[in-house]
């Protein structure tokens, strides 16, 4: 190879290549000119060797005195060192650029090239350059309330009628079902990768059943609830001091995701998916990074931008924005994505940053661009609490690749700030993609006057945030009934006094009677979530020796998270939370007036037993307004801890999902069938899905 260059390289000479500083000043701008719409004649040149064969790590030297560098760069070809050679001269007669405060400039003058944002001067104002500390309010906060005017910024920026359009039918295709061609169409299969994805979608939307979108959402419910238990089980074990062989210095929700990879119980882990996945939807929240990864949305656990290889060309299907590197979110529709690699490690021989090389990820979002392939967002943000350190991710749909470009990066090591070139890629959210719910809230937050506002608080300051009440549908007003706290037992009823524990501290799994009556095991995580759904739980209570901040005692401290009362469209009023739900919380109590069941007409289908039920109507809490859904995101979990009358436990609703703000709460309600007063079977028509 060194000879093969030497022959086909007779015009560059030692002195062209002044030093190595020079040369990485070169790779640099050649790496420019793989930039599209650059006018550099041998662009296509530089195209077909960005993708060809690469030389394996090597030194190219030019004589035995000169080293051209270490490279990971193309392979090199004839026609490229006559181009770099020329390229040298140029760069040569550049000025060295000191380190400057100025970073764009300084990128400009080293690689010819600048932010074309900062050179458009485009109408999108920067909401955000917050380095590493994100927020998905942050890309809502445009400062717009009237949707109006929101919309015709959106329509501002810098995307050409006919890619709006396409972007716009290609999407609302994938997100209306009921439009697409139920067939798979293979004789497409020639078109574009979009058009692949699209098609495939096209085949999991179809009629076969096992293969239709509640299915696959289903699916992804089922997977996602067997990590969270199975994660809430493993910090269990580890809270309670019980150690696990092989579990040293690892993370909970890596092992669960392996061990469920092993037993086959991810999804779409082995074939890459391109575009959106089955069964998961805009706004999906997840708070382990293994979350995405079981379900195939992204795969890899730790790197941002997840690549396959298609039609011998690597892409990019996802990337994941969490503050690792200094992404830049521009508006609740474009993201500036920063290239990934080039950050010290600061392992041995890598405590320098290194100039980004347009591979792996890199290309593959390039080449995304190129082929106009979508690429999967998830935004992750910090939400720790109380010094516990947490993330919450959430998928933000599909991105197009629009532009990108060299610029220069620094790294504070050591207290020193050091600078390398890294790549920038400019994603657009595409159009016809439901709204994120954290939009929709900044913008009720941001509305001096909340639209619809019933009732500012139906609680009448009994809870420990306000309830408000909302409807924006028609002028209906919330029913009357007397807002209450805590269940009400009947009169003749005779409360008996539980037995209570005798611990002085937290209580333990080696001495606490309480735990015993939990079968060993304290049904809760030291974050307050429930481990897993059971017949019933024993919390500890009034008669118990242990403090009100005790492990054990979680449901019984009332609701935590701000929940609204809201008029739906077909299903009366329903409710909601104002914030994100972690899987286990505990929401809320279902609370009214203990009744035999035979006085409302519910008959138990065991028939004959004595039967409870507790009546809402005039009596109740906020847990009166939850609807019903096949497919809900609260179970009712039975719990006791003022008494030990198995017949009238507290029904605690707790998520057994995570619940992003905004998004409906529901529950399957258990009881048996309710009859009118001719003795038959009342039946409700079920509303659930319709907003
Ligand atoms: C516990 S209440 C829920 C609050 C109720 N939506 C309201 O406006 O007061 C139960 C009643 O809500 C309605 N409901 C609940 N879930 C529903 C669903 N999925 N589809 C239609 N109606 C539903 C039914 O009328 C049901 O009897």
């Known amino acids: ?146 949707p109006k005017r929101w919309a015709s910024r959106v329509s501002l920026q810098p995307q050409s009628r006919l890619s709006r359009a396409r972007a716009e039918n290609s999407v609302s295709a994938l997100y209306h079902h009921d439009k697409r061609p139920k067939k798979s169409m293979p004789h497409l299969a020639a078109r574009s990768i979009r058009l692949n994805a699209y098609q495939n979608n096209a085949a999991y939307y179809g009629p076969k059943k096992g293969n239709r979108p509640a ?63 089955p069964g998961v939807e805009v706004g999906d929240e997840y708070r382990y990074r293994a979350e995405p990864c079981i379900l195939g949305l992204h795969r890899p656990l730790q790197a941002g931008i997840d690549t396959t290889v298609r039609n011998g060309k690597r892409i990019a299907t996802s990337v994941v924005v969490s503050g690792g590197y200094p992404d830049e979110v521009v508006n609740e529709d474009v993201l500036i994505y920063s290239g990934a690699g080039g950050k010290p490690t600061g392992k041995p021989g890598h405590t320098k940053p290194k100039d980004q090389k347009l591979e792996g990820g890199n290309l593959g979002l390039k080449n995304s661009l190129d082929m106009k ?154 974050d307050g979530a429930i481990v897993q759904e059971k017949p019933l739980i024993y919390e500890c209570g009034p008669a118990c020796g242990c403090p009100p901040s005790c492990y054990n005692r979680v449901s019984q401290n009332g609701i935590q998270f701000p929940l609204e009362v809201f008029k739906t469209k077909m299903r009366g009023w329903g409710v909601r939370s104002l914030l994100s739900i972690p899987s286990g919380s505990f929401v809320c109590e279902y609370v009214g007036i203990w009744r035999p069941s035979s006085d409302m007409g519910v008959r138990s289908s065991e028939g004959v037993k004595e039967w409870f039920t507790v009546d809402a109507q005039e009596l109740g809490n906020v847990g009166r307004f939850i609807n019903r859904s096949c497919s809900p995101n609260l179970f009712a979990q039975h719990v006791l801890f003022d008494h030990d009358d198995k017949k009238m436990p507290h029904i605690m609703f707790f998520a057994a999902e995570n619940i992003p703000p905004l998004k409906e709460l529901t529950y399957q309600y258990k009881y048996g069938s309710v009859h009118d007063s001719d003795g038959k079977v009342k039946v409700k028509e079920c509303y659930h899905g319709t907003s």
């Open 215 to 277: 299915d696959k959402r289903e699916e992804v419910k089922r997977c996602l609830r067997t990590f969270s238990v199975r994660t809430r089980n493993q910090l269990r074990d580890i809270e309670s001091g019980k150690k696990r062989p092989n579990m040293e210095g690892k993370r909970v929700d890596r092992i669960v995701a392996s061990i469920m990879r092993k037993r086959k119980e991810t999804l779409n882990t082995d074939k890459p998916v391109v575009g959106p996945v």
């Open 373 to 526: 392939i979508p690429v999967r967002v998830i935004y992750g943000w910090d939400t720790s609490k109380r010094g516990k350190a947490m993330m919450t991710y959430s998928y933000d749909g599909l991105y197009e690749v629009e532009n990108y470009w060299l610029d220069t990066r620094t790294y504070k090591v050591k207290g020193k700030l050091m600078a390398a070139d890294g790549f920038k890629f400019q994603l657009r959210r595409m159009k016809g993609q439901p709204e994120q719910n954290w939009c929709k809230l900044k913008r009720i937050q941001m509305s001096k006057v909340r639209e619809g506002l019933c009732s500012k608080d139906i609680s009448l300051g009994k809870e420990e945030h306000p309830i408000c009440v909302v409807n924006t549908i028609n002028n209906e007003k919330v029913p009357q009934f007397r807002y209450i706290t805590k269940t009400v037992y009947p009169s003749w009823y005779q409360k008996s006094w539980p037995k209570g524990c005798k611990c002085k501290s937290q209580c333990s799994v080696e001495t606490c009677s309480c735990v015993v009556k939990n079968k060993g095991k304290i049904p809760f995580n030291f």
């Open 1 to 146: 190879m060194e000879k093969e260059v030497m022959k086909q390289k007779p015009s560059c000479k030692i002195s062209d290549v002044a030093s190595t500083r020079n040369l990485k000043r070169q790779s640099s701008s050649a790496a420019c000119c793989w930039t599209p719409g650059c006018s550099h004649p041998s662009l296509s040149k530089i195209h077909s060797c960005a993708e060809g064969d690469r030389i394996k790590k090597k030194r190219v030297s030019v004589d035995s005195n000169t080293t051209l560098g270490t490279t990971q760069h193309k392979m090199v070809k004839p026609i490229e060192v006559r181009m770099m050679s020329k390229e040298k001269k140029k760069e040569a007669s550049k000025p060295i650029v000191p380190f400057s405060k100025n970073q764009s400039e300084r990128a400009k003058v080293r690689t010819g090239m600048s932010n074309p944002l900062a050179v458009k001067k485009s109408p999108m104002k920067v909401i955000s350059k917050k380095k590493f500390h994100y927020s998905p309010m942050d890309r809502c906060g445009s400062g717009v309330t009237d």
